[in-house]
């Protein structure tokens, strides 16, 4: 991943120093031989068609990678996820959870995707990661060590919701004791029946996931509390919020930079006056 940044970086820097509407039509020849490419029947062309699309950062380059997120062998697949990401776009974001969707049958591509989330490392990822939280039951540590690590506080209100699903499940009993419920268990188990019986109403995946939920929400909050009640009143008195530092990446240098809580935007990049480029927002992140 570092390599392609510093592939992506390299490059911007080439384009800049030629006339802007040359490197623009240099830029587009180059986009259509790797259309070309990408399309080959052996899997190293593609490969490395895919990697040097990944240092293009133009939505023509872009739309390229996402269509083989999807379709093509899963290395091809898994290929166009890291080069996706080096782009640095709320775009990519939404690309790697319908990404997550072709591949619902496939965990490892799955849980590959879910990482490349965690490695976009932006808010866009946030709602991306939550859908998985509900509709994929076992990726769910996935998703929330995701949410984790990428901790942009706008997911906490969700968790909380979610939390309260999570904990309806994990009070429920897995087993019952097995007893004649119409003599009020006064009479004996007849033989060779077990001495439990399963709950197999309670949802054990999602059971499992309430303590890893209260443990994303004090990764992100920076609190802590034993139920989702005690979060929600929390949530509900704003004692949760906190200042945010705005996290930025600089469109001329592909370098990331932060703004403090209440100051203006401003790449430090621009000079004395404002910045002539317009630079993507990644994430917040608590102060």
């Given at each position: 991943m570092i390599q392609v940044t510093c592939l992506v970086v390299l490059a911007l820097g080439a384009l800049q120093a030629q006339d802007p509407a040359e490197a623009a039509r240099q830029r587009q020849a180059r986009i259509n031989d790797l259309r070309t490419q990408i399309d080959s029947s052996d899997e190293n062309t593609r490969l490395k068609a895919i990697q040097e699309l990944g240092t293009i950062v133009?939505?023509?380059?872009?739309?390229?990678?996402?269509?083989?997120?999807?379709?093509?062998?899963?290395?091809?697949?898994?290929?166009?996820?890291?080069?996706?990401?080096?782009?640095?776009?709320?775009?990519?974001?939404?690309?790697?959870?319908?990404?997550?969707?072709?591949?619902?049958?496939?965990?490892?591509?799955?849980?590959?995707?879910?990482?490349l989330l965690a490695e976009l490392d932006m808010c866009a990822s946030v709602p991306v990661l939550l859908n998985v939280l509900r509709t994929h039951p076992s990726s769910g540590p996935d998703a929330l060590e995701a949410l984790a690590k990428i901790g942009c506080p706008e997911?906490?209100?969700?968790?909380?919701?979610?939390?309260?699903?999570?904990?309806?499940?994990?009070?429920?009993?897995?087993?019952?004791?097995?007893?004649?419920?119409?003599?009020?268990?006064?009479?004996?188990?007849?033989?060779?029946?077990?001495?439990?019986?399963?709950?197999?109403?309670?949802?054990?995946?999602?059971?499992?996931?309430?303590?890893?939920?209260?443990?994303?929400?004090?990764?992100?909050?920076?609190?802590?509390?034993?139920?989702?009640?005690?979060?929600?009143?929390?949530l509900q008195s704003g004692s949760l919020s906190a200042r945010l530092v705005s996290v930025y990446l600089c469109e001329s240098t592909h370098a990331p930079f932060e703004i403090a809580p209440g100051k203006s935007k401003k790449c430090p990049n621009g000079g004395d006056s404002k910045s002539d480029h317009d630079d993507t927002f990644l994430k917040h992140h608590r102060e």
């Open positions: 133009h939505e023509d380059a872009r739309s390229l990678i996402i269509s083989k997120t999807v379709s093509d062998s899963d290395k091809v697949r898994l290929a166009a996820g890291k080069a996706l990401i080096a782009h640095k776009k709320p775009i990519c974001a939404q690309a790697l959870g319908n990404a997550v969707q072709a591949n619902a049958r496939n965990e490892k591509m799955v849980k590959s995707f879910i990482g997911a906490v209100t969700e968790l909380v919701n979610f939390l309260k699903q999570a904990e309806t499940e994990e009070k429920k009993p897995d087993y019952f004791d097995n007893v004649d419920v119409r003599s009020n268990g006064q009479q004996p188990r007849r033989p060779g029946t077990p001495e439990k019986i399963e709950n197999k109403t309670k949802d054990k995946k999602l059971a499992a996931m309430a303590p890893k939920v209260r443990e994303t929400l004090k990764a992100l909050s920076g609190k802590s509390f034993d139920s989702q009640r005690d979060w929600a009143s929390a």
